[in-house]
């Protein structure tokens, strides 16, 4: 049976399987696999408390299609067969910066293989019966590419908080700057007119101790200091 370009869904699933807690939602394209094999390992992992669904292509344009779809947790293909170029498809995931580990199965494992395979930003190359170790594999990548992701969205929430605590102080009325080795690095328009500057460019980077009275400056300095 064909089964290119259609998902292969995961069956009614439990809540808590013992002490491993509950099945983790895992979302795969498999390149070059036929059916048998991709329902193979997709049963694996679904006794080994995956809820996985997985998606067959056989071209890179299906492969482009895939990846304007939805998001997807792992890439699973064989060693160069026909014309479908695994370390191009890398290439490809490089350049559209896309975050998806490669994991690359092998009929016959040479010991040259794996090696190939990390040059080339395949996470792994393995034996292609060897269920077990695709497995620990499966695990570790998925594991660290959730970590990836909630890095990264810490860094937008991050950046987002930035962006409106430097909103509301730059139209705060209150005189707001930030020093650094006493000069100013940054300052609202409150404290531009503080000091009766119309342009608060004009006093980024120079020294705080210009904006206070010489005999002031000292204290200020040991202040800052």
Same mark, same amino acid.
């Given at each position: 049976?064909?089964?290119?370009?259609?998902?292969?869904?995961?069956?009614?699933?439990?809540?808590?399987? $013992?002490?491993?807690?509950?099945?983790?939602?895992?979302?795969?394209?498999?390149?070059?696999?036929?059916?048998?094999?991709?329902?193979?390992?997709?049963?694996? &992992?679904?006794?080994?408390?995956?809820?996985?669904?997985?998606?067959?292509?056989?071209?890179?344009?299906?492969?482009?299609?895939?990846?304007?779809?939805?998001?997807?947790? /792992?890439?699973? *293909?064989? %060693?160069?067969? %026909?014309?479908?170029?695994?370390?191009?498809?890398?290439?490809?995931?490089? #350049?559209?910066?896309?975050?998806?580990?490669?994991?690359?199965?092998?009929?016959? &494992?040479? /010991?040259?293989?794996?090696?190939?395979?990390?040059?080339?930003?395949?996470?792994?190359?393995?034996?292609?019966?060897?269920?077990?170790? &695709?497995?620990?594999? /499966?695990?570790?990548?998925?594991?660290?590419?959730?970590?990836?992701?909630?890095?990264?969205?810490?860094?937008?929430?991050?950046?987002?908080?930035?962006?409106? *605590?430097?909103?509301?102080?730059?139209?705060? %009325?209150?005189? /707001?700057?930030?020093?650094?080795?006493?000069?100013?690095?940054?300052?609202?328009?409150?404290?531009?007119?503080?000091?009766?500057?119309?342009?608060?460019?004009?006093?980024?980077?120079?020294?705080?101790?210009?904006?206070?009275? #010489?005999?002031?400056?000292? $204290?200020? #300095?040991?202040?800052?200091?």
């Amino acid at each position: 049976m064909d089964t290119r370009a259609k998902l292969i869904p995961a069956s009614k699933l439990p809540s808590h399987l $013992g002490t491993h807690g509950t099945r983790q939602n895992i979302y795969i394209i498999f390149i070059e696999f036929d059916s048998e094999q991709t329902s193979t390992i997709i049963s694996y &992992l679904r006794n080994n408390h995956f809820a996985p669904r997985g998606k067959n292509i056989e071209t890179m344009q299906e492969l482009h299609e895939a990846l304007t779809e939805r998001s997807w947790d /792992i890439i699973i *293909c064989k %060693s160069q067969q %026909s014309s479908f170029d695994p370390f191009l498809m890398t290439k490809e995931l490089v #350049s559209h910066e896309k975050d998806i580990p490669v994991i690359q199965l092998y009929e016959e &494992l040479t /010991i040259d293989d794996p090696a190939l395979a990390l040059k080339n930003n395949i996470q792994a190359a393995l034996a292609i019966n060897d269920k077990p170790l &695709l497995l620990l594999h /499966i695990t570790r990548e998925y594991a660290q590419l959730e970590l990836r992701r909630k890095a990264r969205y810490l860094e937008q929430q991050l950046e987002e908080s930035h962006n409106r *605590c430097k909103l509301l102080m730059d139209h705060s %009325s209150l005189a /707001i700057a930030f020093i650094q080795e006493q000069k100013i690095i940054y300052l609202n328009n409150a404290f531009s007119q503080l000091f009766d500057y119309q342009v608060s460019t004009l006093l980024l980077n120079k020294s705080v101790l210009t904006l206070v009275a #010489s005999q002031e400056r000292n $204290g200020l #300095s040991q202040i800052l200091s």
